[in-house]
């Protein structure tokens, strides 16, 4: 409360009470260095007459330190959640290239001519099917390799018997002529 340029009443410290005095009007105001919103009002005797006025100050003070709170929290949650993210993305990409190394693992070893080789279906969804695909494929070229194998000694036999038996009609024609 305020009354002939001094301050009767108050709740901040004695010395902003001379920075409350020449302070006038609504709006913010720095008093003992630290910030306020200031909203003044006349006070009226009964015959109208201006006694005095009422300044009324809130700080900003505890405004700031809930924002900085909150903004501690938004920084914490966001660390958190990137983490997360980050942790999220490593666990589903390393669960669906487990796989994938297997198949890449499984398909060197037949180039090299393993064809024994079979890979663990897991789970469901695209990747096992392509795993049973290969499976699949891997056990193809197994029987195929095998068919041209035994293809390739029957060749063999039948060049070996027509040699044998071309090598045993040149003296049995002349066995055969002789007689």
């Given at each position: 409360?305020?009354?002939?340029?001094q301050?009767?009443?108050?709740?901040?410290?004695?010395?902003?009470?001379?920075?409350?005095i020449?302070?006038?009007?609504?709006?913010?105001?720095?008093?003992?260095?630290?910030?306020?919103?200031?909203?003044?009002?006349?006070?009226?005797?009964?015959?109208g007459?201006?006694v005095g006025?009422?300044?009324?100050?809130?700080?900003?003070?505890?405004?700031?330190?809930?924002?900085e709170?909150?903004r501690?929290?938004?920084?914490?949650?966001?660390?958190?959640?990137?983490?997360f993210?980050?942790?999220?993305?490593?666990?589903?990409?390393?669960?669906?290239?487990?796989?994938?190394?297997?198949?890449?693992?499984?398909?060197?070893?037949?180039?090299?001519?393993?064809y024994?080789?079979?890979?663990?279906?897991?789970?469901?969804?695209?990747?096992?099917?392509?795993?049973?695909?290969?499976?699949?494929?891997?056990?193809?070229?197994?029987?195929?390799?095998?068919?041209?194998?035994?293809?390739?000694?029957?060749?063999?036999?039948?060049?070996?018997?027509?040699?044998?038996?071309?090598?045993?009609?040149?003296?049995?024609?002349?066995?055969?002529?002789?007689?």
């Amino acid at each position: 409360f305020v009354t002939n340029n001094q301050v009767v009443a108050s709740t901040l410290p004695p010395d902003v009470n001379g920075e409350v005095i020449a302070g006038d009007g609504n709006g913010r105001r720095e008093l003992g260095g630290a910030e306020y919103f200031s909203s003044t009002f006349p006070l009226m005797d009964l015959a109208g007459r201006e006694v005095g006025k009422l300044v009324i100050l809130r700080s900003f003070e505890a405004a700031r330190e809930r924002i900085e709170v909150v903004r501690l929290r938004l920084v914490a949650f966001w660390i958190g959640a990137v983490v997360f993210g980050l942790s999220g993305t490593y666990l589903l990409t390393r669960q669906l290239l487990h796989p994938l190394q297997q198949l890449d693992t499984a398909a060197a070893e037949i180039s090299r001519g393993n064809y024994q080789v079979q890979v663990p279906v897991e789970g469901g969804g695209e990747i096992a099917r392509l795993t049973e695909s290969f499976n699949t494929m891997s056990r193809s070229l197994k029987k195929a390799r095998e068919d041209v194998i035994r293809q390739e000694r029957l060749t063999t036999i039948g060049r070996l018997s027509t040699s044998i038996i071309h090598d045993l009609r040149n003296p049995l024609a002349a066995i055969y002529g002789g007689s």
